[in-house]
């Protein structure tokens, strides 16, 4: 049967999978997790197809997340590019920012190495002013000259950058012109970053063009399995999906692509709810991911820090730590220690059996019982109580403690690393942690979400229907979409609103195109905006969702409460309109019911022994969650298994099932 629609996510440890069948029929949703394949990342889409027991002939689309950008700017495995700057500005990619990575450890470098080292930094002789006037004209000559310096230089990817260019673009233009004609890899600073700060569009337009070769692999690896008729868009870090032909050439939109994902889908969970403030908590093998959701919307940044390098485009606003299921624990001068080293997918948790031989909170979660060493993980993985004991076990000799107290103890301290990542995602926004309530999912999320939440003062968890493969269902359930920030810099005391329309129109103009091109109609499309508004002489922008554009005494207001509510206080004082986001969208398609169920077996249900953090063991019920009566209160000690996760409730604690399959946990605070 032709016509699935497929999100598959593909995470460091796992790859999630799952399948909607087509509208017209009577089929149910399947689910599945296999091992994930770093080194052969189509191999675990070929293999998560597999899983749910289709071919891919029979898959009419797939949408997919992927963590390749993000690792490899992570583990800084970059290719070399070259970059073209205006006369005098190329070594801004080593000047940077004057902060410090390490404020008191004077024996750290400031900031990392250039991207980009000074002989493969080239100038060419031409200048715009602010407004983007241009002051000194680029000649052909120039331009000949520079294509020829970089050829030569051996390398076939090359960065463009040149002063205010995101004002005028027209000598980023003809360089990319001569450029393209000579390389393969060609990134402009317009294209990806159209804003000011000079050091962040200039990082942002380098780290593109570095991943380019890698995506234009990957993706080529894909169409060469593709069938014809089959369709594939990838989800980008704005949590939407876009086509392969515009990722190819911007590769940096896939830097926050899987956590995006969880992300999307946690707002339809909202909304449906009516959460008015919610916070995700996505726990995965190698990283926990949070992020903001207010009235139904993620918060969105523009300025990121991945892996010590700064992005600057727009990406949902998540938080990540290295706390997962795969994090490493380790004494460090006596002292507890988890992660961010993981053991990831190979050689993974000792309990898994495939090589691993270190503890991590995985093995802490076998020898706690959380885990059901009956279960196999991702069709291959069976766990082992006794390797986790047997990797945990050095740890514990050499704090004196017994094995279980150790494995307590990896516990307690990733539940403190995630609760600061929480309260950091909302106190530098001005917002209460405790009027928030927690959307758990991922494969570890429900495990190690109440006590998380205890910590930060949370009275309510929704674990959602589908949560262990939650990205993947964000996937599934994303709709393509487009999204630009610009720099405007529009004085409230000079405001040209003809100037503005027409700018917001080109705009919208341009970032429509891509949907109509792959059918949508213009009419259709939904288009938001968020203003970036600051007093004159301030360094950053309050964002403003919703903005009066076309109303600048309603627009100052809104600024006003804005800036009011983050700081405390609003001047009144003259403003300007930094900077504008446009984002356009397709409509929203026709999809099986989200609630519909996923094909699969639940865990029987039975008892085990389970130790809490409190130190205390109880014989506890393990219930099927299927088995679970909608509007009924359940009172912990419980375990609540499915096929792909497990939802740990403490005995202080309660939880519920709705009719939709989404579960609530109360917890006693």
């Known amino acids: ?81 070259a970059l073209i700057a205006t ?27 250039p991207l980009v080292p000074a002989e493969l930094r080239f100038e060419v002789d031409e200048r715009l002013d602010h407004e983007g006037r241009i002051v000194r004209p680029l000649s052909d000559a120039d331009i000949a000259r520079v294509v020829s310096q970089v050829k030569a230089s051996g390398v076939d990817t090359v960065a463009v950058c040149l002063m205010h260019a995101f004002r005028n673009p027209e000598h980023e233009r003809r360089l990319g012109v001569a450029l393209r004609e000579a390389l393969p890899h060609v990134s402009l600073s317009h294209e990806v970053s159209p804003e000011c700060r000079e050091f962040e569009r200039m990082n942002t337009t380098v780290l593109n063009a570095m991943m380019m070769a890698k995506i234009k692999h990957h993706l080529g690896l894909i169409a060469e399995r593709q069938p014809h008729g089959s369709r594939l868009h990838l989800m980008h870090s704005a949590s939407g999906m876009a086509a392969p032909a515009l990722i190819a050439e911007r590769p940096l939109m896939l830097a926050m692509s899987g956590p995006a994902a969880g992300v999307a889908a946690s707002c339809e969970i909202a909304a449906k709810l009516g959460i008015s403030h919610a916070i995700t908590f996505d726990m995965g093998g190698t990283t926990t991911d949070v992020c903001l959701v207010v009235d139904g919307r993620a918060q969105i940044a523009v300025n990121r820090d991945l892996g010590g390098q700064r992005i600057r485009m727009p990406m949902v606003a998540v938080d990540s730590i290295g706390a997962g299921g795969g994090s490493i624990a380790r004494l460090i001068s006596g002292a507890l220690t988890v992660g961010p080293e993981s053991a990831g997918a190979r050689p993974g948790p000792a309990c898994y059996g495939t090589g691993g031989t270190q503890p991590t909170v995985s093995d802490a979660d076998a020898v706690l019982g959380n885990l059901n060493p009956a279960r196999t993980l991702g069709g291959s993985i069976t766990l082992s109580v006794e390797r986790a004991e047997g990797a945990i076990r050095p740890l514990a000799e050499a704090m004196e403690f017994s094995v279980a107290e150790a494995a307590a103890g990896i516990t307690r301290v990733v539940h403190a690393n995630m609760a600061r990542a929480l309260r950091r995602a909302t106190v530098e926004r001005g917002l209460d942690l405790r009027q928030f309530d927690m959307i758990a999912f991922g494969g570890a999320g429900p495990m190690h979400a109440v006590e998380v939440a205890r910590l930060c003062g949370i009275g309510r968890i929704v674990v959602p229907a589908f949560s262990s493969g939650f990205s993947a269902l964000g996937c599934v359930e994303a709709v393509m979409s487009y999204s630009r920030q610009m720099t405007l810099g529009m004085k409230s005391g000079d405001w040209d609103q003809a100037a503005l329309d027409r700018t917001v129109a080109a705009q919208v103009e341009d970032l429509s195109s891509a949907l109509i091109a792959a059918g949508h109609r213009a009419a259709t499309l939904a288009i938001t905006m968020t ?36 700081y405390g206080y609003a001047t009144g004082e003259p403003w300007e309109l930094s900077s504008l986001r446009i984002e356009v969208s397709a409509p929203t398609e026709s999809k099986a019911p989200a609630d519909a169920p996923i094909t699969g077996e639940d865990a029987p249900p039975g008892r085990r022994r389970v130790t809490f953090e409190t130190g205390e063991t109880f014989d506890v019920a393990v219930l ?9 209160t359940i009172q912990g000690p419980l375990i609540v298994e499915d096929e792909w996760s497990t939802i740990v409730v403490p005995p202080s604690d309660r939880i519920a099932a709705d009719a939709a399959g989404h579960l609530t946990i109360e917890v006693a605070l």
């Open 1 to 81: 049967m032709a016509g699935w629609r497929l999100g598959i996510d593909i995470g460091g440890t796992f790859t999630d999978v799952i399948a909607v069948p087509p509208p017209a029929t009577a089929g149910r949703r399947r689910s599945a997790k296999v091992p994930s394949q770093p080194q052969e990342p189509v191999r675990a889409i070929v293999d998560a197809i597999s899983a749910v027991g289709l071919t891919w002939p029979e898959v009419e689309e797939i949408v997919h997340g992927t963590t390749i950008v993000t690792n490899d700017i992570v583990e800084t495995r970059l290719r070399p590019c």
């Open 531 to 566: 203003a970036g508004i600051r007093y004159s002489g301030q360094s950053y922008e309050t964002q403003i969702d919703a903005p009066a554009l076309d109303r600048p005494d309603t627009l100052g207001q809104q600024f006003d409460a804005a800036h009011r509510a983050l």
């Open 87 to 113: 006369a005098g500005f190329s070594d801004t990619i080593e000047i940077a920012r004057g902060s410090r990575r390490h404020l008191y450890r004077m024996e750290m470098p400031p900031r990392p190495a």
């Open 624 to 632: 099927a969650r299927a088995s679970m009566v909608p509007g009924e």
